[in-house]
């Protein structure tokens, strides 16, 4: 039976000093702060991108694409306030809000 080398151990980089990763190489873990952080940076536009992921899900069909824009304008007359746009939009651009009477 023949043996597996040991794979190599991971050298410690020392403070300050930053590795150039190629493209073929996984980036270093991030900490959780490192990783919200991250998060937040591509999340943080909350800006309708024409991805049509509301448009497809809206069970009344009252949502299209503005032809000019490329954003998604709700019909009110037709949306019944089920909140599923606002629940899959990828970058939160969809907000419920109560109607005022």
Not at 8 to 17: E, F, I, K
Not at 54 to 72: G, H, R, Y
């Amino acid at each position: 039976m023949r043996r597996r080398s040991n794979c190599p151990l991971p050298q410690p980089v020392q403070a300050g000093a930053k590795k150039h990763l190629s493209r073929d190489e996984p980036p270093p873990p991030m900490t959780a702060e490192e990783a919200m952080a991250e998060a937040r940076r591509c999340l943080s536009l909350n800006q309708c991108e024409g991805c049509e992921v509301c448009v497809l899900m809206c069970p009344d069909q009252a949502i299209s694409k503005d032809p000019e824009t490329q954003k998604a304008v709700i019909d009110l007359r037709y949306c019944k306030g089920c909140g599923l746009c606002a629940h899959l939009c990828p970058k939160g651009a969809i907000t419920m809000v109560p109607e005022q009477d």
